[in-house]
């Protein structure tokens, strides 16, 4: 017994159980990132294809990319994305070739019954837009979950054969150590599948090393301030338990100098530009209807003719009026404010 060598299979799991996990922990907060940014990820996806898109709870993961290609359709469409600030490091989404064809002809003015699987120039440019728009809604959602500036370049989508698995980053080789998140993938009743994201083993940990220590209560942050405690005997007014150690406070005379201090704080935003846009209606249409387009073309809104016009403050609507003319410009007249209640609303 003490001759018995080792296989090679043997010594790799005894490697990998002593030298690469991930603690409960890791894989709680890797799932809760994936449930949060990929959340609002299928909403702009349902919101782009005009569908119900669901990404049910995530599981995790850990891999070789060598196993990873055993177990996931090939080829398949693969989106690269490189995170440049915030977090340092690169994620692939993975999407079964029938499942990136239903999008595309989503997309495209189709009903998705009968999708073209030998995906043309078109149908990779629209499934390439898809995946940008659910991984930019991803990032925007991290950016918030992390309470960092998280930003990404455009994402790389092709058509990946583990044959060219080279022509990605070098941290998806075969034998390298990755974070596999999977997904439910369904789209009403057209597609019921996975979609994977894949991350190094390494910017995984350092992504769930970044949501664990932004929870992690700061030393001495949720400790109450202790109440200054009188040289004399306890007064009943200290005791009241509906007082909790809190006096009234007391006021001094207001002299005229105190009410310049408002007024001059307000002054700092006096000067903040903020863009003003009227919108005279809108529309939605497919990229096949906008590649027809052309000079002469029109375009149906969804506002009838002398109705009032949107005037919108950075995007948010703030009042509704009426276009005019003034010498050889066109203005809008006011007619309408929006009540501060539906502004809070737009707002949300």
């Known amino acids: ?25 890791e894989r709680d907060a890797l799932g809760e990132i994936g ?50 600030k915030g977090l340092k490091g690169t994620n692939l989404l993975l999407i079964q070739m029938r499942d990136a064809a239903v999008i595309a002809d989503l997309m495209l003015g189709g009903d998705g019954t009968k999708p073209n699987m030998q995906l043309g120039e078109m149908e990779l440019s629209a499934i390439g837009e898809a995946m940008n728009q659910m991984i930019g809604k991803a990032s925007t959602s991290m950016s918030s ?23 990605f980053s070098n941290q998806f080789i075969q034998n390298n150590l990755v974070v596999v998140i999977y997904f439910r993938l369904v789209i009403e009743d057209l597609v019921d599948s996975k979609l994977m994201l894949v991350i190094p083993y390494a910017f995984a940990r350092e992504m769930a090393a970044t949501l664990i220590d932004k929870n992690q209560p700061v030393p001495g942050e949720n400790k109450k301030p202790e109440t200054p405690k009188a040289s004399g005997p306890v007064t009943r007014e200290e005791t009241k338990p509906s007082d909790s150690g809190v006096r009234p406070i007391q006021f001094g005379a207001l002299h005229s100098s105190a009410h310049h201090e408002e007024p001059s704080n307000l002054n700092l935003l006096l000067d903040v530009p903020l863009e003003i846009s009227v919108e005279l209606g809108s529309t939605k249409m497919r990229i096949k209807e906008i590649l027809e387009l052309g000079i002469g073309s029109v375009i149906e809104l969804d506002r009838l003719a002398g109705e009032l016009v949107d005037i919108l403050v950075n995007g948010k609507l703030i009042a509704k009026g009426e276009v005019v003319v003034i010498d050889e410009n066109f203005g809008v007249k006011i007619t309408d404010i929006i009540s501060p209640f539906e ?3 737009n707002l949300q």
């Open 1 to 25: 017994m003490a001759n018995e060598m080792l296989s090679q299979e043997e010594i790799n799991a005894l490697l990998k159980e002593d030298l690469v996990e991930l603690s409960p922990l």
């Open 35 to 84: 449930n949060i940014a990929f959340g609002s990820g299928s909403t702009a996806l349902s919101l782009l294809l005009n569908r119900r898109v669901e990404l049910n709870t995530p599981t995790v993961e850990l891999s070789e990319m060598s196993e990873l290609v055993r177990k996931y359709p090939t080829p398949c469409i693969a989106a690269e994305v490189d995170y440049q």
């Open 145 to 167: 979950l992390f309470e960092l500036r998280v930003e990404i370049a455009p994402p790389r989508t092709q058509v990946l054969s583990m044959q060219n698995i080279k022509d």
């Open 343 to 345: 502004r809070v609303n």
